[in-house]
């Protein structure tokens, strides 16, 4: 009797095993290999226009925990990072500084496509640029909404002076502004674009937007009130570039 239990019990196991394969087989991730723009320029030293390069992206890259490297991500995230620059075909106003991420983002099938002021006005001296765009996904656990969020960190006029808020304790508050104001940004984000149940967020930055991207990042991974949505620190995806 008992061995027949057990065999029914590996019966039901190897049933399940089956089906969530079957499950898996049925998720059709987006892989997209292409090309993106963006502007090597500082933004008031030097002149360059934009320069285009190969990329690949897949959303496989956001079914294993945030915990884990994964370089292929890495890479991506450079992209999405160098993206983020403003474009070198922005207009004298900065309104359309934002077209090589919306470009990116498009390709890899977001949508959405949404920026802070300061993207799109002419920078200050302690501005920041923040992008975002969102998509939805199935993985093995169910679906959930894939939000990319990313600071600006070149081609951005004057807006690094800002590193020389240094403070004379704690946080540097340059960067705390910067990360606070990613924080803000992703909660009007996901309220206005309507947003609920289980995110993931992928964010990057390079250089002072690296270091604002990192502390945004931290403060989500101590569970930081965005609304009505559920995140956990594995659905965090942080890769920042010379923080």
């Known amino acids: 009797m008992s061995k027949r239990i057990i065999s029914v019990a590996l019966c039901v196991v190897m049933l399940f095993s089956l089906s969530v394969a079957a499950f898996a087989a049925d998720v059709n991730y987006k892989e997209v290999k292409g090309q993106y723009s963006y502007c090597p320029s500082l933004g008031f030293l030097d002149i360059?226009?934009?320069?285009?390069?190969?990329?690949?992206?897949?959303?496989a890259y956001f079914t294993h925990t945030g915990y884990e490297y994964d370089h292929d991500l890495a890479k991506v995230s450079m992209v999405l990072t160098q993206a983020s620059f403003a474009s070198a075909s922005h207009n004298a106003d900065?309104?359309?500084?934002?077209?090589?991420?919306?470009?990116?983002?498009?390709q890899c099938g977001f949508g959405n496509m949404d920026?802070?002021?300061?993207?799109?006005?002419?920078p200050g001296l302690e501005t920041i640029g923040?992008?975002?765009a969102s998509k939805q996904i199935m993985d093995n656990g169910g679906a959930y909404t894939l939000i990319a969020l990313s600071f600006r960190g070149h081609n951005y006029g004057?807006?690094?002076y800002g590193n020389f808020d240094v403070g004379t304790s704690g946080?540097?508050?340059?960067?705390?502004?910067c990360a606070q104001a990613g924080l803000d940004f992703l909660k009007q984000y996901i309220a206005k674009?309507?947003?609920?149940?289980?995110?993931?967020?992928?964010?990057?930055?390079?250089?002072?937007?690296?270091?604002?991207?990192?502390?945004?990042?931290g403060a989500l991974d101590k569970g930081y009130n965005l609304g009505n949505v559920s995140l956990t620190p594995h659905d965090i995806y942080a890769y920042?570039?010379?923080s």
């Open 171 to 177: 946080d540097h508050p340059g960067f705390a502004k």
């Open 130 to 132: 923040i992008y975002s």
């Open 94 to 106: 900065w309104s359309d500084g934002n077209e090589n991420f919306n470009a990116l983002m498009q």
């Open 193 to 217: 674009q309507n947003i609920s149940g289980r995110i993931k967020v992928w964010t990057t930055g390079f250089s002072r937007a690296a270091a604002a991207a990192n502390m945004f990042a």
């Open 115 to 122: 920026c802070n002021e300061d993207a799109v006005t002419h």
């Open 48 to 59: 360059a226009g934009n320069q285009m390069y190969d990329f690949e992206y897949s959303d």
């Open 158 to 160: 004057g807006e690094w």
């Open 240 to 242: 920042t570039f010379e």
